[in-house]
């Protein structure tokens, strides 16, 4: 089944979250492919705030490649940043099965650079820029 979230700009960001969260139920690896810019790290963050993850805690974790936040229950998740990744084995260095099979919400940036090391289970999400510069989320279930 295709699902499709349009956010229509910033003040939207929350609503979408919130309406993802709903309809991935029980996803927890999050693969998010989107060109540069087109906010990636943005939809995170807002779907953070929908957990209760404290905002001025998330950040890009581009340098350090995963960043663990702790959502209203007291959950840990995982955001993590393959931008820079060169080979597979920084991925494994850090622990990647480790937290893909700890069964909590992990949401991958740039996840072209480990393609080849994501399970099936992975949640698939593009994000389009639309001409309007609305963006569109797409996932088939």
């Known amino acids: 089944m295709l699902h499709e979230i349009t956010i229509s700009g910033l003040g939207d960001l929350d609503r979408a979250a919130a309406a993802f969260l709903e309809e991935i139920g029980d996803g927890r ?15 995170t963050t807002a779907v953070c705030r929908a957990l209760g993850v404290r905002e ?3 950040s890009s974790p581009t340098f350090s490649i ?7 229950t007291g959950e840990p998740m995982y955001h993590f940043d393959f931008y820079r990744i060169d080979k597979i084995e920084e991925a494994l ?5 480790d937290y893909i099979d700890s069964g909590f919400l992990c949401i991958i940036e740039w996840p072209e650079n480990i ?12 994000i389009t820029v639309n001409p309007d510069e609305s963006r569109t989320l797409r996932w088939e279930s």
């Open 29 to 43: 690896i999050i693969a998010l492919y989107a060109p540069m810019g087109a906010g990636k790290t943005t939809f």
């Open 56 to 58: 001025d805690a998330v």
């Open 66 to 72: 995963v960043n663990e936040y702790r959502t209203l």
């Open 93 to 97: 260095d850090i622990g990647f099965y």
């Open 115 to 126: 393609e080849e090391i994501l399970s099936e289970e992975t949640l698939r999400v593009s």
